[in-house]
């Protein structure tokens, strides 16, 4: 699915998770992460609104890289900054 991922990162295919529940799923397992780890999510579009979600409630506690840029499948890796 990732060739550039971690196996060590936890994985959330968000296309397999109910709409009303993905934004919660995201969160809550970015905060459940111990500082310095990453987990990366799959998507069938740009999850562009997201980001500006995590740059409103967690400015510069994230870091955000696109593994996988489209067209038809993105992969973002999410990295808790350490405090």
């Given amino acids: 699915m990732c ?3 971690d196996n060590a990162d936890p994985i959330i295919d968000v ?3 109910a709409p009303r ?21 799959v998507n069938d579009h740009d999850p562009v ?7 409103t409630q967690y400015s ?8 996988h840029h489209g067209p038809e499948l993105w992969q973002v890796r999410i990295r808790k900054a350490v405090a």
């Fill in 60 to 67: 510069g506690k994230f870091e955000w890289i696109y593994e």
């Fill in 3 to 5: 060739s550039h991922c």
């Fill in 49 to 55: 609104p997201l980001w500006y979600q995590f740059n």
């Fill in 21 to 41: 529940m993905r934004h919660a799923t995201i969160f809550m397992t970015f905060e459940a992460l111990p500082d310095g780890e990453a987990f990366v999510i």
């Fill in 15 to 17: 296309r397999t998770i």
